[in-house]
Structure formats: C-alpha cells, structure tokens
C-alpha cells in the first residue's frame, strides 16, 4: 500500500466516524474532552485527586461513546480516565433548548 493510499484511507476512516457522531451526538447529554480522547455520554462524575502531592482528575462516564477511528465499538456501557491534565466537560443543549434559541 503507497503512502497516499493509506492516506486516503485513514481520511475515509475519519469521515466515516465523523458521519458516526453526527448522527448519535443527539442522544448524549454531555460531550467530554481529555488530553487523549473525545467522548459523548449521559453521566459524568469528575472527582478531583490528590496523592503525593500530586493533583490528578478521575473521571467516571456511563453510556458512552468513544471518538476513536481505530475502535471496532465505540458505544461503552462505562468508562474510566484518569488524567494529570483538565478535562473538559459540556452539557448539549437538548433539541426543544435548540428550537427555543432559534426561535428566540
């Protein structure tokens, strides 16, 4: 396989999985972002640590689904990630918010 084919393919595998957000980001209510992944989900728990001096994030996500291009299932039923670094948490507006806001 030549380099521009493997390009070409791995540019597929994104626009596929970006296909794949698009159409179940409106059944998640929060959209969480870490040093390494995205992820959609409908309950989060951020624990803030602390062990040796060290400051650490634990942050729990039920009924998840992974932005990974690499994974064969990206729906989880729970996930852990634990990170030195922030993590971004937003809550969706919900689709009758939307409605409001455009009509507002």
Same mark, same amino acid.
């Given at each position: 396989?030549?380099?521009?084919?493997?390009?070409?393919?791995?540019?597929?595998?994104?626009?596929?999985?970006?296909?794949?957000?698009?159409?179940?980001?409106?059944?998640?209510?929060?959209?969480?972002?870490?040093?390494?992944?995205?992820?959609?989900?409908?309950?989060?728990?951020?624990?803030?640590?602390?062990?040796?001096?060290?400051?650490?994030?634990?942050?729990?996500?039920?009924?998840?689904?992974?932005?990974?291009?690499?994974?064969?299932?990206?729906?989880?039923?729970?996930?852990?990630?634990?990170?030195?670094?922030?993590?971004?948490?937003?809550? @969706?507006?919900?689709?009758?918010?939307? @409605?409001?806001?455009?009509?507002?």
């Amino acid at each position: 396989m030549s380099h521009e084919e493997l390009e070409d393919y791995e540019t597929g595998l994104e626009f596929s999985l970006f296909r794949e957000y698009k159409d179940v980001v409106r059944l998640f209510k929060y959209v969480i972002e870490s040093e390494r992944r995205f992820y959609l989900a409908n309950e989060v728990d951020v624990q803030i640590r602390s062990a040796e001096g060290e400051v650490y994030f634990d942050v729990r996500l039920s009924d998840a689904w992974v932005w990974d291009v690499y994974r064969s299932s990206r729906f989880v039923k729970n996930v852990r990630i634990l990170t030195f670094k922030d993590v971004n948490v937003e809550e @969706l507006a919900a689709p009758a918010d939307e @409605l409001k806001l455009l009509e507002g």
